[in-house]
């Protein structure tokens, strides 16, 4: 019988620890989460860290590909300049159904534009928009907050996508049968803010497929009081890295603080079970990555710095986008609100990436 296992295609090429730090991650992926893995770059490099590691699961597999988009190319000239680029192979690998899904810790620039140009976007989304998940006060409960870097300037008409795209990921794969929407802003009240957020606040309160709660201010994302937050993706990404900030902090002060000889000792073996579960709410490593949300393929952009236990779990999260069929739900329901929803650019426009730049689709 053909495997039934999600099948991901990682960029192993891409990060700042590729690709012997993607490689850990992928054997250990393959060895507890039931996925087949397709790890995509230069053989020789690939299968050097596979030796390295003893790994022989008949669920890894090395695809060659020539080359990789460095971070200081700019991205859309990159990767048509480099068609055999290890992105690009990663998503031609879902583009022609071999793969499921794909995961890169590259350049999240090229990654973007390569998936609008290689898998394009959900038919009624304009833009894409990047998912980041947060912990909250609740352990049990987490937020998504989008968009978190796709988008430097957006429409209302884009966040009241996100809203919608966010609503389902927290239902369907955050578990949270009745989702609450907030529109990130500076007051409470719906007359605050600026002209985007006071548009977008007309539109999530007038479309009854969004079951918009209000205005969250800064000190309500991680409150557990709303399970998707929507913004643009200027703000949301400073949003991210000053989080990802404060929980390395965190983490440095509990080291520091904890007293050190024989004491110390007594009460790091103490508070160990707690500080493990404190890094785990906390540590941006955890989470494994953001999904990009908009496009019509499962596509987990990691962070730059990611090591193995990020890639492992940055393969946790697309498989269970990939299992939860994360991707078919917003595209039933933006078929179903279509005429709420309404397209703003109906050519063959696709979407800006953070450099602004203009993308169209490839034949």
Do not use: W
């Not at 893995?37 to 020539?66: C, N, R, W």
């Not at 048509?80 to 499921?100: E, G, W, Y």
Request: hydrophobic share 40%.
């Amino acid at each position: 019988m053909p495997s039934t296992r999600a099948k991901i295609a990682i960029d192993a090429m891409g990060g700042d620890h590729a690709p012997d730090e993607i490689v850990a991650g992928a054997i250990r992926a393959v060895e507890e989460l039931d996925v087949e893995v397709f790890l995509v770059g230069d053989p020789i490099q690939i299968q050097k860290y596979l030796d390295g590691h003893g790994a022989t699961s008949p669920f890894l597999h090395v695809v060659e590909a020539e080359g990789v988009v460095e971070m200081c190319e700019e991205p859309l000239v990159a990767i048509r300049r480099k068609p055999k680029a290890s992105i690009n192979v990663s998503m031609q690998l879902v583009r022609k159904k071999q793969a499921d899904a794909v995961v890169s810790a590259g350049h999240s620039g090229a990654a973007m534009a390569s998936a609008l140009l290689k898998l394009g976007r959900i038919k009624g989304i304009d833009r894409p928009a990047i998912g980041a998940v947060f912990p909250t006060l609740d352990p049990e409960r987490s937020v998504i907050v989008l968009d978190v870097g796709a988008n430097v300037d957006s429409r209302p008409k884009y966040l009241e996508q996100f809203a919608l795209m966010g609503t389902i990921y927290s239902k369907y794969v955050l578990g949270n049968k009745e989702p609450q929407v907030g529109l990130l802003n500076i007051g409470e009240e719906p007359s605050k803010g600026n002209e985007l957020a006071l548009k977008t606040h007309e539109l999530l309160v007038g479309n009854p497929a969004i079951p918009f709660k209000g205005n969250a201010e800064g000190r309500d994302v991680l409150s557990g009081e709303f399970d998707v937050v929507v913004c643009d993706g200027f703000v949301g990404n400073i949003l991210l890295k000053f989080a990802e900030s404060v929980g390395s902090v965190l983490l440095q002060i509990l080291k520091e603080e904890i007293p050190r000889g024989i004491r110390g000792k007594v009460g790091a073996a103490v508070l160990m079970p707690n500080l493990k579960q404190i890094k785990q709410r906390v540590d941006h490593a955890e989470h494994g990555g953001a999904l990009l949300f908009g496009v019509a393929g499962v596509c987990i952009i990691s962070h730059g710095s990611s090591k193995a236990p990020s890639i492992f779990n940055a393969i946790r999260l697309a498989k269970e986008a990939i299992d939860n069929q994360v991707i078919q739900r917003i595209q039933n329901y933006t078929e179903e609100h279509q005429a709420l929803l309404g397209q703003e650019n109906q050519g063959a426009e696709l979407s800006e990436v953070a450099s602004g730049t203009t993308i169209e689709k490839s034949e």
